[in-house]
């Protein structure tokens, strides 16, 4: 800027007479042809005097109030978010969102959290939200850094989390000219944001309210979901503050020292009652409790024993699973003949997990199959005619109250009880389908579980019986493997509660530098790794045998003992029920990370499942 300044000195001439420039150390000469005019010369040297002072102390302080502005505008995007609940904020390191970086760290309404991998960290706030059921925010620097957030903001539209995505950009004459770390970033996730924000280059050209006010729409009227704000911003993007901007900020008024947002929305309507709910009531229904919080799993599985109604539970309802090993005995004709004698199927909650379960859902003919989920959506991919509630579980509880029935089910409870002995049966080998079942007996007290996807979830669905009311968390949404380890972190954080965290070997490789994230955490954290030599969840399908292990097992042999040390965790490699026992014992007694490897036979968990289901469908 100092070049194009100087560059716009005249060199006084007049036609047939050349003048010369030369600089010595910072000052400029001119030499001039002896019939110069005095006064043009006298002229010139003003002017150049005045060029002079504007490159030296004009555009610096120009160039240095786009630095303040931009800090200036952050802080009224990141001051709007904590009008909406949103006290968690995880920060990836970069240049372009300095900004916002700075806002956030300058605002003590945020509790700050770090990663350097993007995908993780978008993960992390997965995990943040599903305990805290607020809004968390995620800021990351422009490029690929953006398209990293993709995974978790897909899952989080799927499970019913609330992530707000601030994603720095390059300004609009930096896209599409082959500019350094700029792509096309508005728009770039599709429909899967619930809303997109895309901003303007900051200017005092818009006023603060209408910045406060989109955001607050947004935010007001997210129930779920993610919201993706791009924030483009113009160099420079250091330097000390100054005034510029804070009239622009001031307009704003006592909105400040306020709590509330700028523009409050119209709460969402209230759960309406089922008219004929009490006509309903009084005949053979069936419930399925899918995902749902600790608290609503208590009062599903009060409300199901009081109308009588068998309970199909999946892992993640944490109703205690009255009826265990419904994966086993949903595979056996007597349960599923008895059951088609139900009038009316409920279902609470969604993202089923059960193959079994699924396959009774989907070709199941109630008169009426009602589906009462908070997460808007069809919910139900057998696309059964019946009612599409959208509800929060406990508030519709308490508009449906149960009427004290006689259970009708006879054949059903029987045969959850005997596949539960036929599991007990097999518990001592030292296997991942006994440790699914085991898991019950390590949960640490007043703690929570965190279930990976593949076949782990599905061997603890089907062989083992939660507590109810117990905490457990999973991404089951898309049910991917990836940033499983960094959800599992942000679980932890979020609650500062003992957390027992169990994956496959290949998700623990698909996430393995978020190994950093549990560097820090509040209480004891246990990283069970089932390691099985690969994705052996592809020995429960007809996959061709041929190409099984080079296509879809993918074996890495490979063990976690240096992972675990590069990170400075604890690690263990138990070789019988006794030594695990132990380690766990000793891990939940301080606040620190431990990874367990459970190194057992490639194909046993799987093959264990099949026998259990053949056993169990001859009952």
């Known amino acids: 800027m100092l070049a194009q300044a100087l560059s716009v000195v005249p060199t006084p001439s007049k036609s047939g007479r050349k003048s010369t420039t030369k600089r010595q150390g910072c000052v400029l000469y001119y030499k001039w042809n002896s019939n110069e005019s005095h006064h043009y010369r006298f002229i010139s040297i003003i002017y150049f005097c005045s060029s002079l002072y504007l490159a030296a102390i004009l555009i610096p302080d120009k160039l240095m109030s786009v630095s303040a502005f931009n800090r200036r505008w952050a802080a009224v995007i990141l001051e709007a978010l904590t009008r909406h609940g949103v006290r968690h904020i995880c920060i990836a390191p970069g240049s372009r969102s300095t900004p916002l970086t700075l806002a956030a760290a300058e605002n003590s309404a945020f509790i700050h959290h770090t990663h350097f991998d993007e995908r993780g960290l978008g993960h992390l706030a997965l995990g943040l939200a599903k305990v805290s059921k607020q809004p ?13 957030l993709y995974p978790a903001l897909i899952e989080a539209g799927l499970t019913g989390e609330k992530l707000i995505l601030l994603t720095a950009d390059r300004p609009p004459e930096l896209i599409d000219c082959g500019a350094n770390q700029a792509i096309r970033q508005p728009g770039m996730f599709a429909s899967h944001p ?76 209230e759960s309406e009652k089922q008219r004929d709910w009490f006509f309903w009531r009084q005949k053979r229904g069936v ?31 944490q109703t205690g699973q009255p009826l265990p090993c419904a994966d086993l005995w949903l595979g056996n004709a007597k349960a599923t003949s008895e059951l088609q004698q139900a009038q009316i199927v409920v279902q609470l909650g969604s993202s089923l997990t ?66 539960m002995q036929a599991v007990i049966a097999r518990r001592d080998a030292f296997g991942e389908a006994q440790l699914a079942h085991r898991i019950s007996d390590y949960l640490p007290e007043q703690g929570q579980l965190f279930v990976g996807n593949s076949l782990v979830v599905r061997l603890i669905d089907a062989l083992s019986q939660l507590p109810a009311g117990y905490p457990v968390y999973s991404n089951r949404g898309a049910s991917g ?52 030599n690969g994705g052996q969840i592809f020995s429960l399908l007809p ?56 190194v057992v036979n490639d194909t046993d968990g799987a093959q264990t499942l099949q026998q259990l289901l053949a056993q169990v469908s001859h009952l």
Not at 242 to 263: A, F, H, M, V, Y
């Open 136 to 148: 968390v925010a995620v800021i990351v620097t422009s490029g690929t850094a953006v398209a990293n």
């Open 194 to 269: 619930t809303h997109s924000i895309s901003l303007p280059r900051p200017t005092q050209d818009i006023p603060a309210r209408w910045l406060v006010s989109t955001i607050d729409h947004a935010l007001g009227t997210l129930h779920a979901g993610g919201v993706h704000i791009n924030c483009p911003f113009a160099e420079p993007l250091y330097g000390e503050m100054d005034d510029t901007g804070i009239s622009w900020q001031q307009r704003l008024g006592d909105w400040w020292q306020d709590d509330k947002p700028w523009l409050r929305e119209a709460p969402r309507r």
């Open 287 to 317: 419930v399925v409790a899918g995902r749902m919080s600790a608290e609503e799993g208590k009062k599903v599985a009060l409300w199901a024993q009081t109308l009588g109604w068998p309970l199909i539970g999946d892992v993640l309802s």
């Open 354 to 419: 059960g193959k079994r379960l699924l396959q009774w859902q989907a070709s199941c003919e109630p008169e009426e199959y009602w589906i009462v989920d908070d997460i808007e959506g069809r919910l139900d991919p057998a696309h059964h005619r019946g009612r599409r509630l959208i509800a929060n579980i406990a508030d519709w509880l308490e508009l449906h109250p149960a009427e004290k029935r006689q259970p009708w089910c006879v054949e059903i409870p029987r045969l959850a009880e005997q596949a």
């Open 481 to 532: 493997i990836d940033g499983l380890l960094s959800t599992a972190a942000g679980v932890q954080r979020a609650s500062g509660k003992p957390t027992l965290a169990i994956v496959g070997d290949l998700s623990a490789l698909y996430d393995l530098n978020a190994l950093a994230l549990l560097r820090q955490v509040s209480a004891p954290l246990v990283l069970i790794v089932v390691n099985n």
């Open 543 to 598: 996959t061709p045998k041929s190409e099984r292990g080079r296509f879809y097992l993918m074996p890495q042999n490979v063990h976690f003992e240096h992972a675990a040390a590069m990170f400075e965790l604890k690690y263990h490699r138990p070789q019988n029920w006794q030594e695990l026992e132990t380690t766990l014992v000793d891990a939940w007694r301080t606040p620190t990370t431990t990874v367990i490897e459970m």
